[in-house]
C-alpha cells in the first residue's frame, strides 16, 4: 500500500448526503472526508449506492439533502461543467469516449476546461487560437507517452481496444490538470495485467500530488493501492478506514464479505 502523506485540512468533505428514488433510500446520510494527496476507495455489494453517491459529488445528481466542499467551494448545486472547471474530474464506469474520433483529439477534449481561447476566436482560427492548440498538444502528449498511447494518436478510439480506451478515458481526465480524479470502476473489464498496470498508474497520479476517489469492485486493487476505504451497504456507510482495519472489520465481514467464513 501507498505510504501515505503528510496531510491537513480534507480537500474533499463529504456531509449528510441523501438521495431517494421513490420508495428506495440510494444513499443515506453519508459523510466521509478525503485528505489531500490520498487514495479513497468506496466499496460495497451491488446496489449500495455507490454510483449514485459519485452522480451527486460530481454534479450529475442533485442530492436530497447534505452538501458536498471541494477545498472551500461549495459543490453542491454546480453542474457538471462546472465542478470540472474547479479542477474536479470524473471517469465512467460506462466509457464516455467520441468513438468516431482520434485519440489525440479525445484527449485534447479534456484540455478544453483549461483553454482561454474563445469558441469564435477557435471558428476563425485566429492567432490566439493557434497558438492555444499548439499549447494544448504539446501539453498533452506527455501524458499520452506516459499511458502508452504516443503511437496510437491518429487512431479513432472505437478501433481501440477496451484497455487502451479506458486509457484514453484517464488522458482525457488528466489533459484537465485536476486537483482531484473521481475514478468509477476503472478496472472494470480489464485483463489481469492491465489491472496491475492500472494500479502503478493510479499510484503515480497520487505520488505527483493528485488525490483519488474511487468506485472499485476488485478487492485485491482496491487493498493494495487505497490509503482509506468507506464501506457502504443499502446506501448507509458501515465502515471506514484502512484496508488492514477493514479487512478486520465485522461488520464487513458479515455484511459485505459474506459472512464469518469470508
Not at 55 to 66: E, H, K, T, V
Not at 122 to 145: C, D, W, Y
Not at 158 to 187: I, K, Y
Request: proline fraction near 4%; glycine fraction near 8%; aromatic fraction near 6%.
Amino acid at each position: 500500500m501507498t505510504e501515505l502523506a503528510d496531510l491537513s485540512d480534507p480537500l474533499l468533505q463529504i456531509r449528510g448526503l441523501d438521495k431517494s428514488f421513490g420508495g428506495l433510500h440510494a444513499v443515506d446520510n453519508v459523510s466521509f472526508d478525503v485528505m489531500p494527496g490520498t487514495i479513497k476507495a468506496v466499496i460495497g455489494p451491488n446496489g449500495a449506492g455507490k454510483t449514485t453517491l459519485f452522480n451527486m459529488i460530481a454534479g450529475f445528481l442533485p442530492p436530497d439533502s447534505g452538501k458536498v466542499h471541494f477545498r472551500d467551494i461549495l459543490l453542491t448545486g454546480m453542474q457538471p461543467f462546472q465542478v470540472a472547471q474547479e479542477g474536479f474530474l470524473r471517469t465512467f464506469q460506462n466509457l464516455k469516449l467520441s468513438s468516431h474520433l482520434s485519440v489525440l483529439n479525445n484527449v485534447l477534449l479534456g484540455y478544453h476546461t483549461r483553454s482561454s481561447a474563445g469558441f469564435f476566436s477557435g471558428m476563425l482560427s485566429l492567432k490566439r487560437s493557434r497558438m492555444e492548440e499548439r499549447r494544448a498538444v504539446e501539453t498533452v502528449m506527455p501524458i499520452l507517452e506516459w499511458l502508452n498511447l504516443d503511437n496510437k494518436c491518429d487512431i479513432e478510439v472505437g478501433n481501440l481496444s477496451f484497455g487502451n480506451q479506458r486509457a484514453v478515458e484517464l488522458a482525457r481526465a488528466l489533459a484537465a490538470d485536476p486537483a482531484m480524479l473521481l475514478l468509477d470502476e476503472p478496472a472494470s473489464g480489464l485483463n489481469m495485467h492491465e489491472t496491475e498496470d492500472l494500479a502503478e498508474r493510479i499510484q503515480e497520479i497520487c505520488s505527483q500530488g493528485r488525490t483519488v476517489l474511487l468506485v472499485e469492485h476488485d478487492m485485491s486493487l482496491v487493498m493494495d493501492i487505497s490509503h482509506e476505504i468507506v464501506v457502504l451497504n443499502f446506501g448507509k456507510k458501515i465502515a471506514e478506514g484502512t484496508p488492514s482495519e477493514i479487512q478486520k472489520n465485522d461488520d464487513v465481514i458479515r455484511i459485505y464479505l459474506g459472512g464469518d467464513d469470508a
